[in-house]
């Protein structure tokens, strides 16, 4: 079974400063894979997704992750932090079972952004 | 509002209490999928429809929990005899069609509080 491990539980960055948000899966072949944000309150909204080609891929909100195949890892980037970034953000990897796909989340990052 | 809309947004129910959640997806969308979000954790998933069929619930954690989507539209995830253990955010998503390439977009959830 996919497992997905966010080891940072909480983050806090300056406003302005550059983020990395960490995640690594667990899945034995090539995973579909997605970064969600969560505002307070709010569902999950889709930041960006992979599944093949190129492995820096480009979301919205100036955010993008790259796979790194030899490190398991799918790890979020965001050049310059802005305050009304601060939310939690969920790493996801997806199985395709019998046509539909069956998404693990990880545990989250909740980011907090300081002045 | 072209979103997935949950109903309630909050539920506080005593222990042993009947509820039953509402989600009206995204007009035409196939796919619906219902996920329990515990405090502090992300999403886990607990079952899904393609159309009006119910095609996986092995996420369902007892059988106190039912869901349903008779007209292939708007589903209900009833819980029976609530207990404090099913104190969560229940979050519904849709998707135009299952397949791993389309992306899932989330309700805001309801809050279900047992005391």
């Known amino acids: 079974a996919q497992s997905v491990t966010q080891p940072d539980i909480h983050i806090t960055v300056s406003e302005g400063a550059s983020l990395e948000l960490r995640c690594n899966y667990s899945y034995g072949a090539t995973p579909y894979l997605f970064w969600y944000v969560q505002s307070p309150g709010q569902g999950l909204q889709l930041l960006l997704k992979?599944?093949?080609?190129?492995?820096l891929v480009q979301g919205i909100k100036g955010f993008e992750a790259e796979f790194k195949r030899s490190q398991s890892s799918f790890n979020l980037r965001k050049p310059s932090v802005h305050w009304s970034d601060a939310a939690e953000y969920f790493c996801?990897?997806?199985?395709?079972?019998?046509?539909?796909?069956?998404?693990?989340f990880g545990t989250g990052t909740k980011l907090q952004v300081i002045p | 509002g072209a979103g997935v809309s949950q109903s309630p947004r909050y539920k506080v129910a005593k222990r042993g209490q009947d509820v039953a959640l509402r989600c009206d997806p995204i007009?035409?969308?196939?796919?619906l999928f219902w996920y329990q979000q515990a405090l502090g954790q992300g999403p886990e998933f607990l079952t899904y429809?393609?159309?009006?069929?119910?095609?996986?619930k092995s996420g369902l954690p007892s059988d106190r929990f039912f869901a349903e989507r008779p007209e292939g539209s708007v589903s209900t995830l009833k819980i029976q005899r609530t207990q404090q253990e099913d104190s969560a955010v229940y979050l519904c998503?849709?998707?135009?069609?299952?397949?791993?390439?389309?992306?899932?977009?989330f309700g805001d959830g309801t809050r279900l509080s047992i005391l």
């Open positions: 007009s035409g969308h196939v796919s």
């Open positions: 998503a849709s998707s135009l069609a299952g397949g791993v390439g389309q992306p899932q977009h």
């Open positions: 992979y599944f093949s080609g190129d492995t």
């Open positions: 996801a990897v997806a199985l395709n079972s019998g046509g539909y796909q069956k998404v693990t």
């Open positions: 429809f393609q159309n009006e069929a119910q095609l996986d």
